[in-house]
């Protein structure tokens, strides 16, 4: 293939079967990119030259008649083309025009289709993109076919409004546009004039970007380069995969936040950083590149660190990974209550080096790590910003080296230290209690309670988990503002009790509505009594004997026991 300016329709020619190499990222394209591939479409004069881009490619091997084009730069941009140019020529099709040497151009030569995505992707990228098929939200197993599907079906709508001669001008537009293509001979030459912007599509991430300068510094500094980018690509290739299955069970993980979990846990150290900003991992680790690429002297240990880096890197994505398929147990309660980011360095070493049966020292250590976040975040209040804390908690993931009874020991003093269990018991029967903590937390505390109710007293019953019923809320038994004024409510009445904890429970947020205002009477006989919660069902054995009465014996009552199970249930010292 020559280097230089072509038409697209050049570009595909037909003998030409264009790869999607491993090491790059899954499609990644939103609604944003696809609006502005139609916008240049849309604004692009009729007979003037439209510039596709530059596509950087690589020279494979043959496959019968066929030549194999890797994609180095430019694969998200002839992905969008290909989905594009099937939808386009199925329309001008339906009209009654001949596309058949069209689509065999873009879409499909004989029984090749013109383009594969990476492997994981690329069954569904047929059956479901390039062709048609049944039930396809059900064949959807990653979020990059998820993309796929959304960047189709957008482009269906649009195309569905055009009239025949729009339809065609598109056409012309797309046999007409010019694109600038480099073929390399191999990954030293990619290497070397890959560019890390594009002028369109998705801005590279910062995962793409550290990949590019990894592979651009071990170009220069080793003595055989291309069994490193070979090395190098492949680890990046098992990154993106562990990545796109990581996100399909943790919502919100980014891959920014995954590289600086790993700059934290392996290549940071708290003591001598000093007030380091750790936002700024990528060019902390930059920085230490470059200084060891300065001279020829230091050549081999900037080509022995890029190796271990991205060793290491490679092995992190797939413990989030694996980290991502286990939520169960103490790892799922600690996802629960959503303070997560200062332990995702531990969760880190503690997987890594955790080689006993089912992980169970693994299991310990999230076991602290949930109680830190409820005791200590939660309702002691110490603020997710506080340094101290964390960098105690970062300081530990950057010392441990297996040893888990150190570990598990270092965890229980930040417990002691900043939630103590006089300081613990104080904030769980403070009269305030209610409006001091946080709804996600009042919840998780009572829906604990509610599964100790299940498995000590109602031996019977199943364990309901966290979202099992959408919409938990917390009940004042004796309402905030109630109907009437008790005469047993002695004075000071409201500021002592109302917001004890003694005095809320679980509930679902349309029951709550429904009671209203009520008395405790009414409420119990027409919701508590048959109540699917058991810590609502269990109220009565707390009242007056003689009148069923809720009063302040009956909140203190059972302040008393949901203080002591969570006494019990959030101790540290016993782990």
Not at 75 to 99: A, E, P
Not at 546 to 560: F, G, H, V
Request: some cysteine.
């Amino acid at each position: 293939m020559e280097n230089g300016q072509k038409a697209i329709s050049d570009l595909f020619e037909s003998r030409r079967i264009f790869n999607i190499p491993k090491y790059q990222r899954a499609y990644a394209w939103e609604t944003k990119q696809l609006r502005d591939f139609i916008s240049d479409l849309d604004n692009q004069a009729l007979g003037k030259d439209y510039f596709f881009g530059t596509i950087l490619l690589q020279i494979g091997d043959s496959e019968g008649y066929f030549k194999i084009i890797n994609i180095v730069d430019g694969q998200q941009r002839l992905t969008t083309l290909t989905i594009f140019m099937r939808l386009l020529l199925d329309k001008l099709d339906s009209f009654g025009d001949d596309v058949s040497i069209l689509r065999e151009t873009y879409v499909q030569y004989r029984n090749e289709y013109k383009l594969r995505v990476l492997e994981y992707d690329q069954p569904f990228f047929c059956k479901c993109i390039l062709e048609d098929c049944e039930d396809t939200e059900s064949l959807i197993e990653t979020p990059s076919q998820r993309r796929l599907l959304d960047a189709k079906d957008f482009f269906i709508k649009d195309l569905e409004k055009r009239t025949l001669e729009k339809l065609r001008e598109i056409r012309e537009k797309i046999e007409k546009a010019k694109v600038l293509t480099y073929a390399v001979i191999n990954n030293a030459e990619a290497t070397l004039i890959f560019e890390t912007t594009n002028d369109r599509g998705k801005p590279l991430t910062s995962l793409e970007k550290i990949k590019s300068f990894l592979m651009y510094k071990v170009y220069l500094a080793a003595n055989d380069p291309e069994s490193y980018l070979r090395t190098i690509q492949n680890r990046f290739g098992e990154i993106y995969r562990d990545y796109e299955e990581t996100i399909q069970n943790i919502t919100g993980i980014s891959e920014d936040f995954i590289l600086r979990q790993h700059y934290i846990a392996f290549e940071a150290n708290v003591k001598t950083d000093g007030q380091k900003d750790y936002s700024r991992h990528l060019s902390l680790i930059k920085e230490r590149i470059n200084s060891l690429t300065a001279s020829p002297a230091t050549f081999a240990d900037a080509t022995k660190f890029i190796d271990e880096y991205s060793c290491q890197l490679s092995k992190t994505f797939a413990i989030f990974n694996q980290v991502s398929q286990n939520l169960r147990g103490n790892l799922l309660n600690l996802f629960h209550l959503k303070k997560t980011a200062h332990f995702w360095p531990l969760l880190i070493v503690s997987w890594k080096h955790d080689n006993s049966q089912e992980h169970s020292n693994f299991g310990r250590v999230t076991k602290l790590m949930e109680i830190i976040s409820f005791r200590v975040y939660g309702i002691r209040k110490r603020k997710l910003t506080n340094t101290t804390i964390s960098k105690r908690l970062h300081e530990l993931a950057q010392n441990f080296q297996g040893d888990f009874e150190v570990l598990i020991s270092g965890l229980k003093d930040i417990v002691g230290e900043f939630c103590s269990d006089r300081e613990f018991q104080e904030r769980l029967i403070s009269p305030d209690f209610y409006e001091a903590i946080s709804e996600n937390d009042l919840n998780y505390l009572f829906w604990q309670y509610e599964n100790y109710l299940r498995q000590t007293e109602y031996l019977q019953d199943e364990l309901i988990g966290f979202r099992q019923y959408q919409g938990l809320s917390i009940e004042h038994i004796i309402p905030q503002v109630p109907r009437q004024i008790h005469p047993w409510m002695p004075e000071g009445f409201w500021g002592n009790y109302i917001h004890s904890i003694g005095n809320l429970t679980l509930d679902l947020s349309w029951e709550n509505s429904a009671k209203s205002n009520s008395n405790f009477d009414y409420k119990y006989n027409y919701f508590y009594k048959n109540s699917k919660f058991r810590c609502q069902q269990e109220l009565i054995t707390f009242t007056n004997s003689d009148s069923s009465e809720w009063d302040q014996t009956s909140i203190t009552k059972r302040q008393t026991k949901i203080v002591n199970f969570a006494m019990m249930y959030w101790n540290y010292q016993s782990r």
